[in-house]
């Protein structure tokens, strides 16, 4: 009976007379879902568990542990893929060298890494090492560049680090009247397709990396070596 109710669940009630060399790998996955849970375990323990999947199985496995989680099953996922962690995680700690060097809710850890090693990990590249001037009620971060990015904070001066989302950069081919208090003329490094949009690296004495849509590359005639002019406000760092 357990048998039969955990693989309705799993979606593998028609594989129960199949012997295992026939099975997909996603397939075996379920099973080997279905083997542990049937011993109520207290905690689930996955090590990458996805890892070997395309993607539209992935999908489904994601679903299904999500699912799983919801009536009240523990699990302790481990992962190298970050989107994974924020998809399913409800609390996320990232390890480093063997320590947990940040916990918390997914956003927080997402939205306030508190090093470098965790702003690249979960793909934040724009992640600057920076001291804070004020004059004349304007803060300033400056890089270690040497290049000065306004910003609104409540802090006044000391060391710390900016993030700038790659969502709130605007490219123009020329200069623009924009509201944004922070404008550098760049030379574009490189351009890489991702799966939503495009990602351009600009070189403004220091590496920046804007996401745009395709069509603003074609609009704007973007090529790496050419030049161009990035503009985000101070309210975006």
């Avoid at 090492?129 to 306004?150: C, G």
């Amino acid at each position: 009976e357990k048998v039969r109710a955990i693989a309705g669940e799993l979606g593998i009630a028609d594989l129960l007379h199949r012997k295992p060399a026939t099975l997909s790998g996603g397939e075996l996955q379920r099973v080997a879902l279905g083997r542990t849970l049937i011993q109520q375990p207290a905690i689930l323990l996955l090590d990458e568990p996805l890892s070997s999947l395309d993607s539209r199985l992935k999908g489904d496995l994601r679903r299904l542990l999500r699912t799983i989680h919801r009536k009240g099953q523990t699990i302790l996922h481990v992962t190298h893929d970050y989107e994974e962690a924020l998809s399913l995680g409800t609390k996320i700690a990232v390890i480093h060298q063997g320590s947990i060097i940040q916990a918390g809710a997914p956003d927080q850890v997402f939205n306030h890494p508190k090093s470098s090693f965790v702003a690249h990990f979960i793909g934040v590249k724009n992640f600057f090492p920076v001291t804070l001037t004020r004059e004349k009620n304007i803060t300033m971060a400056m890089t270690s560049n040497n290049i000065p990015v306004h910003i609104v904070t409540e802090m006044v001066d000391g060391e710390g680090y900016i993030i700038i989302r790659g969502e709130d950069i605007l490219l123009s081919s020329l200069p623009v009247e924009t509201s944004a208090t922070n404008n550098f003329e760049g030379t574009i490094v490189d351009i890489v397709q991702k799966s939503s949009d495009i990602e351009v690296s600009i070189d403004i004495g220091f590496e920046i990396h804007a996401r745009i849509t395709m069509q603003s590359r074609e609009n704007l005639r973007l090529e790496p070596g050419s030049s161009c002019w990035v503009h985000f406000k101070a309210t975006a760092v």
